[in-house]
């Protein structure tokens, strides 16, 4: 068998568009439908948009109009149980994310193992039950349901303030910037002709085709199961 390729996800929980990019990739990497070795790479969106001088497609009346239709579409296809925040504006773009990205980068540094459930878990708590992911008590929560102990818990929280952990976050963000980010989510494919950049969550197609693999469709246990 080949060697497995190399694909990074850069994204940030505050990316709905990211949720559906993540569990796609996720479940192609547990399938084992592409050979590929997966790496999550937690970042801040909101430092992308400021390196890149990019600004949120909410903000624009015809890029959020579209995108509360496009939504409601992606969460059917993508088989994800999004609902978008009753106060958006007030959940994604004067809270933000910044909080749980380093509690999130806090835990990946000592535990990555528990970086897939519980970026999982703050998704849910903002894209799908309307929950806060800015104070403690709700990173507490994501944490325990993500499987977290309660002492990688309460070391996380107590780091979040941490040089070192913002330094990372801002390093990993940084990459990001490095690879031309604009937006959220990055996908970055390393192939033989070097790193490939694929924006959004609706190129898998594109992907693929890159990793010399198949394109199934969002859910790739139910193709396999067709045939």
């Known amino acids: ?21 993540f569990e796609v990739l996720c ?41 509360s239709n496009d939504l409601k579409r992606l969460r059917e296809f993508m088989n994800i149980p999004l609902n978008q925040p009753a106060n958006f504006v007030e959940a994604v773009l004067v809270k933000g994310s910044l909080q749980a990205m380093r509690f999130l980068t806090a835990v990946d540094m000592q535990q990555p193992d528990k970086t897939e459930a519980l970026s999982r878990e703050l998704w849910m708590r903002i894209w799908s039950r309307d929950e806060d992911i800015t104070q403690p008590d709700s990173f507490m929560e994501a944490g325990k349901k993500a499987g977290l102990s309660d002492a990688v818990i309460k070391d996380a ?60 469709g969002p859910l790739p246990e139910m193709a396999k199961a067709k045939l």
Do not use: C
């Not at 996800?9 to 559906?20: A, G, I, R």
């Not at 999550?40 to 624009?60: H, T």
């Not at 390393?190 to 085709?209: N, T």
């Open 27 to 67: 479940r192609y990497r547990a399938s084992g439908s592409w050979n590929i070795n997966l790496q999550l790479r937690p970042f801040f969106l909101g430092g992308v948009m400021q390196g890149s001088g990019n600004k949120p497609p909410a903000s624009v009346p015809n890029k959020a109009a579209y995108m």
């Open 1 to 21: 068998m080949s060697a497995k390729k190399r694909v990074e996800l850069f994204y940030d929980v505050v990316s709905p568009y990211s949720w559906f990019a």
């Open 157 to 216: 929280l107590g780091r979040i303030k941490n040089q070192e952990v913002k330094d990372k976050l801002k390093e990993t963000t940084q990459e990001a910037l490095d690879h031309m980010a604009f937006g959220a989510p990055i996908i970055v494919a390393h192939v033989e002709s070097g790193p490939e950049l694929i924006f959004g969550s609706d190129r898998f197609d594109i992907l693929a085709r890159l990793l010399g693999e198949e394109w199934k």
